[in-house]
């Protein structure tokens, strides 16, 4: 209901109310005066009739008295009067006439208490009001009623009855509420037709605000607000007009901007205060999201961060994020549906191993499977997970595919997804430069941990490693055969045929150490032209076996420089940790001990510690 309305009825409210106190009050007022006129009208007659009668039985003319009445009723405009009289002068004068004796209770009550009686009576039709006065004995005055009648002072000697009519006090009561009411409508009529003139721009402005507040909450700051005053209520429009515009013009400007900050088209008719509220979110959670990333200590740390990311604030259960290594040769799946390391579930397995296959990662674009399904031959879902959408995303590091990033989704919440790929490519744009630091750092840190000619890891990495090392061999309960290997009369390799053939001696050593021991096991140039090896959970036999094996390759190994094809030899000892020590450096001495002891037997040989090779027992 409009302002102006509720105002409306309000005031009807009131008046109608004061209306309604008012006819009652005058009505009261109008009958209290009428009551009280009459009584004061009928006592004036009866004294009157008092003094006639008294006049009369002095001047012997009282049996004229009903003629006076019937005179006196015309004059006075008294319906009727009527003298009765008492018990004391009926038995001095005797009963009168028959109107004289008492009619009711009411007259006989007057008779005895000499107390005035009045009360109004509904007689035909007609409203009668009723007085009954007494005539009370007294000395006073002259001539006195104990003159005549022989009775004590007090005496009631009578009472006079009249009646008048108060129809015409009614009609006239009636006739001046009904033009008080006439008046007072009136005015409360043309006070409400003021007030509504007065409050209509006021309620108009209010309903236009209002709408205009509802559309803008919808999105829609065009609304446009009529001035109808040129006083508070149109400097109101004015003001809320100028909001509204200056409202419009920045969300717009601002909506726009962040659109383009996140590659976002608007959707027609979306609310437009809503779209800038999510997006500027977006913005700001992807900052926090950064801010954290930036603190974390590893890549792996990154990439488990942005898997909780995509669960959570994108509420995506099934998507993958693999790594392209820097040779470009193969990728490894770093997270795959929120399991760490997790198989190549929705691609061709290829991909890991030729990542031309994956089309995002030999494009560097982003492939948009949604809205153009089958684009990527190399999006292979399994069949027992039915029909999937994806969209593939790539993390540019250097130029070039670092990562990539898959959503996946069924066809019938494809449209969502869509809806969260600009927000989903704000998190991966701040998430690129981070991870090209933590690669490059790691690449930075790796190269002080290897050898840079031979790309084994160097003495520096051992030391960092050792005590990873002892730990895992200890919590596991296993051994890890230290194995120490020197080439023989290397030295006249350099010498004879300068150094450039010695470091082809050494990354041709390098090459076949690496061939000969798994992944798991560590190959370290110790220095110079020897090298450590550690075989994790080998011991006895079979590391001798694979030492043994060694020297044989390296024996037949046959390496060309300058016209000239060299062979060299290699001296290795071995010892147990922790059987021989359970202290590693101890044990590496013992290896060394061990080589010592190859060299010194004839070079090109394996042996393998034993305590009767330690004669100091000094611990190293």
């Not at 009584?39 to 009157?48: D, L, N, P, S, V």
């Not at 994956?358 to 492939?367: Q, S």
């Not at 790539?394 to 959503?407: A, C, N, R, Y």
């Amino acid at each position: 209901m409009k302002l102006h309305a509720k105002v409306t009825l309000f005031f009807i409210g009131i008046a109608v109310g004061l209306l309604a106190v008012l006819v009652a009050i005058s009505l009261y007022a109008f009958r209290s005066f009428s009551i009280a006129t009459a009584t004061e009208h009928i006592r004036t007659a009866g004294e009157i009739v008092r003094v006639h009668l008294t006049e009369s039985m002095i001047n012997g003319v009282i049996d004229k008295r009903e003629r006076f009445l019937h005179r006196l009723v015309e004059v006075q405009s008294l319906k009727s009067a009527r003298v009765i009289r008492s018990p004391e002068v009926s038995k001095q004068f005797g009963n009168g006439l028959t109107v004289e004796a008492a009619a009711d209770d009411i007259e006989k009550t007057v008779l005895q208490d000499g107390k005035p009686r009045f009360e109004v009576i509904d007689v035909e039709n007609d409203t009668v009001f009723r007085g009954t006065i007494p005539y009370i004995a007294t000395s006073l005055g002259n001539p006195n009623c104990l003159q005549c009648h022989q009775v004590p002072e007090g005496t009631v000697l009578g009472a006079v009855s009249m009646t008048m009519s108060l129809s015409a006090l009614k009609e006239k009561a009636l006739f001046t509420v009904a033009g008080i009411a006439t008046a007072v409508t009136l005015f409360a009529l043309g006070l409400i037709l003021l007030l509504r003139r007065q409050l209509k721009p006021i309620s108009d402005t209010a309903w236009a605000v209002e709408e205009a507040v509802q559309r803008a909450l919808r999105g829609d700051f065009k609304a446009h607000v009529e001035k109808k005053t040129n006083d508070e209520i149109g400097q109101i429009a004015t003001d809320m007009n100028r909001l509204l515009t200056f409202l419009d013009e920045g969300l717009t400007r601002i909506g726009s901007n962040v659109a383009r900050l996140i590659n976002r088209t608007p959707t027609p008719g979306e609310n437009l205060l809503t779209a800038t509220i999510d997006m500027v979110d977006g913005l700001t959670k992807a900052a926090h999201f950064k801010q954290a990333i930036e603190e974390d200590e590893s890549k792996d740390e990154i990439y488990e961060r942005l898997s909780t990311t995509l669960k959570t604030e994108f509420s995506l259960g099934e998507y993958s994020i693999y790594e392209v290594h820097p040779n470009k040769r193969q990728m490894q799946s770093v997270m795959v549906d929120g399991e760490t390391g997790g198989s190549c579930r929705w691609c061709d397995p290829q991909v890991l191993v030729r990542p031309e296959a994956c089309r995002v990662a030999r494009t560097g674009h982003v492939v948009d499977g949604v809205s153009t399904p089958d684009i990527c031959y190399s999006f292979r879902p399994p069949a027992e997970a039915g029909e999937r959408r994806h969209v593939c995303f790539p993390v540019m590091q250097s130029g070039s595919v670092g990562s990539i990033v898959q959503l996946l989704t069924t066809p019938e919440r494809a449209a969502c997804l869509s809806n969260k790929i600009p927000f989903v490519n704000v998190y991966l744009r701040e998430t690129a430069p981070v991870l090209e630091t933590k690669r490059l750092m790691e690449s930075l840190r790796d190269s002080t941990l290897r050898d840079p000619m031979t790309g084994l890891h160097n003495r520096r990495f051992l030391e960092e490693y050792v005590e990873t090392l002892v730990a895992s061999v200890q919590r596991k309960r296993v051994h890890a055969t230290i194995m120490m290997l020197d080439l023989d009369y290397f030295k006249m390799v350099n010498d004879t045929y300068g150094h450039d053939a010695g470091d082809a001696v050494l990354k041709a050593l390098s090459s076949i150490l690496r061939q000969a021991v798994r992944a798991s096991d560590l190959v370290i140039r110790y220095g110079g032209e020897e090298f450590m090896i550690i075989l994790l959970d080998t011991q006895g036999e079979a590391a001798e076996k694979v030492a043994e094996g060694i020297r044989l390759a390296v024996e037949n190994m046959k390496v060309q420089v300058t016209g000239v094809v060299l062979q060299k030899t290699i001296s290795i000892g071995l010892s147990d940790f922790p059987t021989d020590s359970d202290t590693f450096w101890q044990a590496v001495k013992f290896a060394d001990i061990a080589l010592y002891q190859a060299k010194s037997s004839g070079r090109n040989r394996v042996i393998r510690f034993n305590t009767s090779m330690w004669s100091d027992q000094k611990e190293y």
